[in-house]
């Protein structure tokens, strides 16, 4: 549990600065914008960042004071107990690491920040707040594993497990004033608290799923205002989550239960007069199952009978003679770790836009948008009356419910009325993935005002926002929203209907780096790292699905490579180097691993899932079966090594492990050479057997031989426009390099092309046939319903980093990570007329809205503060540019035919005339 090394966490002070001399300097209205006010890290270093929101222009840190203290009061009174790090000179504002007194257990710390810049002195108004975990496992040690491993009558391990919800009360009476009191509970699979009746915090669904047997997550609440001095109830719900019983009883290799459900808890009080308390789980806890939920699994749905309701269970005033005493139980295995990425919450609420009657008396709701989440419904009724909500994502043709593409998993809520007037339900412990529902037992038709969709997914920030002047293009960028926050659900899974909702490692390779721009996915990452990294085999193999809930070990490298793009992902976003120290030895045993069994003749021969998902030669298949469209796995794989190798060695230098570069630097020589050797055709200047995949791959990791570079991107080229007719042909591989290798190479009408494409196969003709989400299949309207989810996001492939880097030009420098420099470099000229995108970097927000008319340009940008910009403009003439209109004279440089202007923080428009 005990973390020696440092770990990635960020906290964002929320401060508002403002000081007569920073406006008198032209910078006001500074503030930062708190993003956690984290409970419970385990972290014994944690990295602190802030924003300096500015609006006056060049506004550049020159150094810092951070101060930390162990009370607020001290911090009040310039007290810093724990750490003043003094003033030091520097621009860093972000990760800056923890470097004062050793935290301790539960360590409460308050801290803010001086900020010196060019501009004036800037202090913070208000104080960001951390505390510490439970840090060692002795200190979870008297606290017992409680539970009720048995069966009740309607209850079964089966392929359609059930199993009532455990409900937990313990009264506590605490004799003083309470001073502060937190709460750390582990409640597995799931967990609701209750003090006093009152929910505590708003997450649902948690905590985050992970391999139990590996690790187990705590969350922490600071309860001091829920607790009074006398009597308190403490309450919780578990449900089962991923830990009882999910269906893969009939694959050994799945995980199919880790136990039943259980929890462990800890209360700690202190109390005015100094004196403390700790309230642990203990068998005096009762327990019952014969509640209300009569039956929650996440595939299946969820069953509740309002007449079983116990009003006021989790208050003081219940009679609980029917309960037993919880029993102990073993601990689920893992280690207990604090949960350092956010659990799902409810986001948002979609109003359902039609309801119509259907021949059987059932009703079919539209909620308009494929969703992810539950149906909060409203009803009267007689007691014992019952409603049935089963969900899906779209209709047959005659109107009812297309269920094939779930497989087996029931997806159904079933509500029994108490009948005692409007009664209002929602599920707790499932979620489904679906637009439409069909509703029965309504005695009389109900309207859209008995329904309301709660969005449910991780407690993340959207950080992006993107309008062009293509319908097409935004559309997608809608359903990109909708299908990557659906599937956040404490790990990425792959989609969040059918009987799977696995994390494949391969569907977010490329994809996770596009999501980082529309949504804050640091942590949710991190932790997914985490995942990985705890699923290695002890030789060194990753799986396909992580945590593993299905055992695929099937060594391959296009989906465990995953581990490294992410975590490169996060350096580049998040300027996040401690990720990397954390993973790296992880990552080489595993390339090492690979090299040692796979490489032959230099060459890996190892690959499971081909370019999946390649549009098929027929509109029925799944996977396609035409050899010319698929690409040979040797290529697949070898190819990203190779790119694995470059990142390696980035990562070697990073994580202080220079010696390790030789090695990588050999092996990708040695790749490169046999991949042209075997596969290089020098007369068709093409790569194996002529696939955009076979070809973009090398193109996009410089394998290409200088000299006939051009020559294969043009044969590329003329087989996506002529051969394929200006059509995508690649899957879930070829995908993730398409749009930026076109752009890179000056083809970027040819990637635009693609991109508003509306026949198929595109991401547009999902839009033209009704898709508000990403689907499996480029045929998903028309393909075999045994593997066609219509919200998977991994056919996004660069999708999106093509549309915020080469369209909206919001791009990190790769040598000034995490925006610290912020590329701006559109591609005016690939047919869209107009961008207006803005992006919430660690550093700020950074916006472009550019304009394009016949010959001129009118760029609005924003820089966020301490940041600076390299806008790259379409003339070769610094006299047709003006900056907020003054004539850029001196101070620019000329690159490829464009100007190119280095800004520093600060919102300009830049206009320009005779562009080209
Ligand atoms: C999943 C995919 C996954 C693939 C790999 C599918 O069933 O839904 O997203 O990557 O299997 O085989």
């Not at 791959?697 to 290409?704: C, D, E, Q, S, W």
Request: include cysteine.
């Amino acid at each position: 549990m005990k973390k020696t090394f440092l770990y990635t966490f960020i906290l964002i002070a929320s401060l508002s600065f403002s000081l007569a001399q920073a406006q008198k300097n032209g910078v006001s209205n500074l503030q930062t914008e708190m993003l956690d006010n984290p409970e419970g890290i385990d972290v014994l270093q944690p990295r602190l960042s802030w924003q300096i929101n500015a609006e006056g222009n060049d506004v550049k840190q020159t150094a810092y004071q951070i101060m930390v203290a162990s009370t607020l009061e001290n911090l009040n009174a310039n007290k810093a107990d724990l750490w003043d790090s003094g003033k030091v000179t520097s621009n860093e504002s972000v990760n800056i690491i923890y470097n004062g007194k050793k935290l301790g257990d539960r360590q409460n710390a308050f801290w803010k920040v001086t900020v010196f810049t060019n501009k004036g002195e800037i202090k913070s108004a208000t104080t960001a707040h951390f505390s510490i975990g439970i840090l060692t496992y002795a200190d979870w040690k008297s606290t017992r594993w409680i539970g009720y491993e048995k069966l009740s009558k309607d209850d079964s391990v089966s392929q359609y497990s059930r199993l009532s919800a455990r409900y937990l009360r313990k009264e506590i009476d605490l004799k003083k004033q309470v001073k502060s009191a937190k709460v750390y509970i582990m409640g597995m699979g799931l967990y609701e608290l209750y003090i006093n009746g009152n929910k505590i915090g708003d997450q649902v669904l948690a905590p985050v799923p992970t391999d139990y047997t590996k690790n187990v997550k705590y969350n922490v609440f600071d309860v001091t205002a829920q607790l009074k001095e006398g009597k308190n109830m403490l309450g919780t719900i578990l449900g089962n989550g991923r830990f009882f019983a999910m269906r893969q009883d009939y694959k050994p290799y799945k995980i199919k239960s880790f136990g039943m459900p259980k929890m462990a808890l800890q209360l700690f009080v202190e109390y005015t007069d100094g004196s403390n308390e700790v309230i642990r789980t203990d068998d005096s806890w009762k327990l019952t199952t014969d509640g209300p939920i009569l039956s929650n699994n996440e595939y299946d749905g969820e069953e509740y009978d309002a007449r079983k309701e116990m009003k006021g269970w989790n208050t003081t005033n219940f009679d609980d003679k029917s309960w037993v005493n919880a029993r102990y139980v073993q601990e689920p295995g893992g280690f207990f770790e604090a949960q350092m990425s956010p659990n799902m919450k409810i986001m948002g609420e979609v109003k359902p836009i039609s309801i119509k009657a259907t021949a059987k008396e059932t009703y079919i709701l539209d909620m308009g948008q494929n969703m992810v989440g539950w149906l909060q419904l409203k009803v009267k009724g007689k007691s014992g009356d019952q409603i049935t909500m089963k969900f899906a994502e779209s209709l047959q043709k005659d109107g009812s419910l297309y269920i094939a593409n779930l497989r087996d998993a029931k997806t159904t809520d079933v509500y029994t009325l108490k009948g005692e007037g409007e009664e209002i339900w929602e599920p707790r412990f499932i979620f489904h993935g679906f637009r439409f529902v069909e509703i029965s037992g309504f005695l009389t038709k109900p309207t859209l005002d008995n329904f309301v969709g709660k969005v449910v997914y991780d407690d993340i920030k959207t950080t992006g926002t993107f309008e062009s002047s293509d319908a097409t293009m935004n559309q997608i960028f809608k359903n990109a929203w909708w299908g990557i926050s659906g599937n956040y659900k404490g790990m990425p899974i792959d989609c969040p209907q059918r009987n799977e909702r696995q994390p494949w490692l391969g569907d977010r390779t490329t994809g996770a780096y596009g999501e980082s721009f529309l949504f804050d996915n640091q942590t949710l990452y991190a932790k997914w790292l985490d995942d990985i990294k705890y699923s290695q085999t002890q030789d060194g193999g990753l799986p396909d699905v992580a945590p593993a809930f299905w055992r695929y070990y099937g060594d391959n490298v296009t989906w465990p490579g995953t581990y490294i793009t992410v975590a490169d992902m996060l350096y580049t976003q998040f300027s996040d180097k401690e990720v990397i120290k954390k993973q790296y030895p992880t990552m080489k045993k595993w390339m090492v691993y690979m090299e040692e069994n796979y490489l032959r003749n230099d060459l890996m021969d190892k690959d499971k899932y081909g370019d999946w998902c390649v549009p098929p030669e027929s509109l029925e298949l799944i996977r396609s079966k035409d050899p010319a469209r698929m690409t040979d796995g040797e290529v697949l794989s070898s190819a990203f090594y190779y790119q694995l190798l470059g990142i390696m060695k980035k990562f070697a230098t990073i994580a202080n492990e220079e010696n390790d570069i030789a090695h990588y630097d050999d092996l990708a020589v040695r790749i490169k050479k046999a991949f042209n050797a075997k596969y290089l055709n020098t007369s068709t200047n093409s790569y194996a057997n002529n696939t955009v995949t076979a070809n973009v791959l090398p193109l996009a990791f410089g394998m290409v031989p200088e000299n006939v570079k051009e020559k294969v991107f043009q044969n590329m080229v003329h087989e996506i426009e002529v051969t394929k007719q200006g059509h995508i042909s690649t899957g879930v591989i070829g995908t993730q390099f398409l749009m930026r290798t076109l752009t890179n190479f000056g083809r970027g009408d040819l990637a635009f092309k693609l991109a508003s494409n509306k026949t198929y196969p595109s991401w547009g003709y999902m839009v033209e046939n009704g898709a508000t989400t990403i689907w499996e299949l480029w045929n998903g309207n028309t393909a075999d319903p045994t593997m066609n989810s219509q919200n998977h996001v991994m056919l996004l492939g660069d999708l999106m980093i093509w549309y915020y880097e080469n369209m909206a030009g919001i791009k990190s420098n790769p040598e000034k990570p995490g925006f610290e420099q912020i590329i701006m470099k559109p591609d005016f000229n690939a047919g869209l007329t107009f961008v207006n995108a803005s992006y919430e970097s660690i550093h700020g927000l950074i916006k472009s809205d550019w304009k394009k008319g016949k010959s001129n340009l009118v760029w609005k940008i924003t820089i966020p503060a301490n940041t600076t910009a390299l806008v790259y403009l379409p003339t070769t003439n610094a006299s047709d540019v003006k900056v907020n209109n003054v004539k850029v004279s001196k101070s620019y440089q000329i690159e490829n035919n464009k100007v190119v202007l280095e800004l520093p923080s600060g919102t300009y428009e830049i206009n320009a005339n005779n562009i080209k």
